[in-house]
């Protein structure tokens, strides 16, 4: 994969996240909050954004998105890749998941 193709996915990323956030934002607030890891003031102002602001932002060459499942406990628990004798069922992994992301949502506001 080229240099170019790379950018070209990033904006398609970006172009699909910010309409995904708008769409969550105006659906139900509180939960796109507790989804996308972001501020009131930032849903606010992503859902703010007139579809020629949406277009200009994903067409830039920086992820606007980014991972919250930052350490290697979380991602075991959503992949899996635990030890046997922590191994469990799939949707107690993912409990286990949004529980520990949710308390990371809960600690990034103010």
């Known amino acids: 994969m080229n240099s170019q193709q790379i950018l070209e996915q990033i904006r398609e990323?970006?172009?699909?996240?910010?309409?995904?956030?708008?769409?969550l934002i105006r659906n139900d607030k509180a939960q796109a909050l507790?989804?996308?890891?972001?501020?009131?003031?930032?849903?606010?102002?992503?859902a703010a954004l007139?579809?020629?602001?949406?277009?200009?932002?994903?067409s830039g060459?920086?992820?606007?998105c980014r991972f919250r499942a930052?350490?290697?406990v979380v991602w075991e628990l959503l992949t899996h890749q635990t030890t046997p004798?922590?191994?469990?069922?799939e949707a107690t992994s993912r409990l286990?998941?949004?529980i520990l992301l949710s308390g990371r949502f809960e600690e990034?506001?103010?």
């Open 96 to 98: 286990h998941a949004g």
């Open 34 to 46: 507790f989804r996308l890891g972001i501020s009131e003031e930032s849903a606010d102002l992503i």
């Open 108 to 110: 990034s506001l103010p």
């Open 70 to 72: 930052g350490d290697d």
């Open 85 to 89: 004798e922590r191994r469990s069922n």
């Open 13 to 23: 990323a970006n172009l699909t996240y910010l309409m995904l956030a708008q769409a």
């Open 50 to 58: 007139s579809p020629a602001q949406v277009m200009k932002l994903a």
């Open 61 to 64: 060459n920086m992820l606007l």
